[in-house]
């Protein structure tokens, strides 16, 4: 009966929380490092200071792909940013040029002409639940 308990305890833990946004990052061109996300609430800090983020999260990479749980995000107009952080360094590592050299991405597959988007580019509303956001990382 003690096993029964602990598995129940282990299945409630994995399970989702009623609130959260899950980004399912596709595209990831190796399994080294991880991929580092960052949720933020308006377009200060956006997409690069993340002290000013409303939440950050490390995925591990399997298959190509990771996922970045936020829980329990606030009902509001969000953006996210996220790096494929190779080297574990904890920066988007760039060449002499200014140019990434490791992977990186934004919700709404949202892009810049000369460098990251606005976050009015990537913004989406969350207002409650479970939102799945699929996203594809850029190199």
């Known amino acids: 009966m003690r096993s029964l308990s602990v598995a129940v305890l282990l299945a409630a833990a994995a399970a989702p929380a009623e609130n959260s946004i899950r980004a399912e990052i596709g595209g990831l061109r190796s399994a080294k490092g991880a991929v580092r996300c960052l949720l933020f609430q308006s377009a200060d800090g956006f997409p690069n ?3 000013k983020a409303a939440q950050r ?3 591990k990479i399997a298959d190509g792909a990771a996922i970045c749980e936020f829980p329990d995000p606030p ?3 969000l953006a996210i940013a996220f790096i494929h952080d190779e080297n574990g360094n904890g920066v988007l590592d760039k060449n002499f040029f200014g140019v990434p050299v490791e992977g990186y991405g934004f919700s709404n597959d949202a892009r810049g ?3 990251p988007p606005a976050f009015e580019k990537a913004a ?3 207002e409650a639940g479970v939102q799945v956001l ?6």
Not at 134 to 139: N, R
């Open 113 to 115: 002409s000369l460098g």
């Open 134 to 139: 699929h996203l594809s990382v850029a190199y």
């Open 57 to 59: 999260a490390i995925a």
């Open 49 to 51: 200071d993340a002290s």
């Open 124 to 126: 989406f509303r969350h």
């Open 75 to 77: 009902a509001a107009t």
